[in-house]
């Protein structure tokens, strides 16, 4: 495939994901119900700010199957598809070499600034009129954990595939860790305010995040098949945030409260349970011995 065909090819995929958010992420709903809003990520263990009920039509993007499967398997399946030389109506190698034969002394380093854009936005949202989904602290937290997840899954991968940059820089390439920090960044985004107003507020994070993969490419730094699956694991990895946390929540406050239990139950102060304050009984029993 030659690269005006393969430019034509994207540009497709760039206007269907247009006609996807103006017609199928926007309100379906011919009423203006109330919805049932998010409920606080935290329920009992910290005070979270929560959107007020409000008319709402029902947003298809939001259903669990279209945000936590489609998208995310088909961004990692189209990478895959077009990994190395293997064909899928394009591959990421001819399509590099196209992008460096017509734009061979291209470069910026905004990317790297870029990135952390939609993550910068979801909290400096919280001074506006505009209400998130949770509290500064659990935002926070989601943010942490997603990282970390984000740290495990991109840098194994990197030192599992070893894939050569397109620069020929190093060898760790797959997946693009800028484009996971930016579309797990936007998800982030769209999660926390998706139910304020104005809406289209909640989508912006993804334009920014698919700019930063596009500046990858023509930074030269990755592969197409990078970009893509760096996107699709940086939605991935937001969402699991969001159902991991809530359950370690819980355990933890299982946690507590039985130890809590426990203590109500003993005559020992709870200081006594400490390592230091054992130590200090057994010195003072060898003592009277």
Partial sequence: MSLRSEQKYLICVLFCCYRLLAHVCPLMAQDSSIITVRQPLFQQSFASTTISQQPRRYVSFDRPWIKDVAVPSILIGDGLATYGHHEFLFSSAALQEGIIKNYPHFHTSI???????????TFALRFTHMQSAHSFREQLILFVTTTILQGIVVTGLKYTVREPRPDGSNDLSFPSGHTTTAFGGAMLLYEEYHLSTPHWVAYSGFPIAAATGALRLYNNKHWYSDVAVGAGLGILCTEAAYQLVPVFDRRLKLQLKTQQAI???????????????????????????
């Fill in 263 to 289: 203590h109500a139950h003993s005559t020992t102060p709870l200081w006594d349970d400490s390592p230091y304050a054992f130590l200090s009984r057994s010195a003072r029993a060898e003592q009277q011995h």
């Fill in 111 to 121: 990317d790297n600034y870029l990135q952390y854009l939609p993550t910068a936005g």
